[in-house]
């Protein structure tokens, strides 16, 4: 019998995303709560090297790990296509394992499952090989959300429009961004700090710009002037808010 066959003849759990917030443990949702606590499975992002998933710490405020089937899945940074492929498989399936049992996995993910996410990839393989399972998504507060909250700082108002971009290395599409919208929220910024930091100064938007890393959580740090980052690394999860 197939993998699609056994599918669709035995009873099969559902994967749920949970978008756990973006640090803070209290800003998660009621439903992601009551997910947690009734799902058998929880899955999470693991580092490869050791060291502890940040939305696995989140999660740990109301989930006891001994009283769980706990499944840590490794999802590599890479753009090694191969590498990619094997990976995602063998998470997938790690995954499968539970469901094709009848049980159901909670997928746990800082911010929001469908935005910028791991789950994103993680549910499009799954329903690709395994079509019959059902999959679910709990919205979360995202990081973005997070950050305006605690810069005090309003993204947009009335027509004003909003920019959401992962920075990258394509100089012209970041200058591109500040130069349509009247904010630019930039995710995952430390990798390239120096070359927003000289499109800022270009475009006279140096003193329109805050960073913050980790935000909501214990280990939130704010920069209101970003000069100080330049030659830096403040780490991963580290965001720019430029608004104008």
Not at 40 to 68: D, Q
Not at 196 to 208: A, H, N, Q, R, S
Not at 231 to 244: E, I, S
Request: hydrophobic share 40%.
């Amino acid at each position: 019998m197939n993998e699609q066959a056994k599918a669709t003849t035995s009873p099969v759990g559902r994967l749920y995303g949970l978008g756990v917030g973006p640090g803070d443990p209290e800003l998660i949702t009621v439903k992601a709560f009551r997910v947690m606590k009734e799902t058998p499975v929880i899955a999470y992002p693991k580092k490869r090297m050791g060291g502890k998933s940040y939305a696995l710490t989140i999660a740990e405020t109301y989930v006891n790990p001994v009283e769980k089937e706990m499944l840590g899945l490794i999802f590599p940074m890479t753009r090694d296509r191969d590498v990619l492929e094997r990976e995602w498989d063998q998470a997938v399936d790690a995954v499968w394992e539970h469901l094709s049992q009848g049980k159901d996995v909670a997928f746990v993910t800082e911010g929001d499952p469908l935005l910028y996410s791991t789950f994103i990839h993680l549910s499009r393989r799954l329903k690709e090989r395994y079509p019959a399972v059902e999959v679910s998504s709990v919205p979360g507060i995202s990081s973005i959300n997070g950050a305006a909250s605690r810069l005090d700082l309003p993204l947009a108002d009335g027509d004003e429009q909003v920019a959401i971009v992962p920075a990258t290395e394509e100089r012209e599409r970041m200058a591109k961004a500040l130069r349509d919208h009247d904010a630019v929220v930039f995710l995952k910024v430390a990798k390239v700090m120096d070359l927003i930091l000289d499109l800022l100064e270009e475009l006279d938007l140096i003193d329109k710009a805050m960073v913050a890393t980790k935000v909501t959580s214990d280990e939130e740090v704010v920069w209101k002037n970003v000069t100080e980052l330049r030659g830096q690394n403040p780490g991963y999860l580290t965001l720019m808010v430029v608004r104008k």
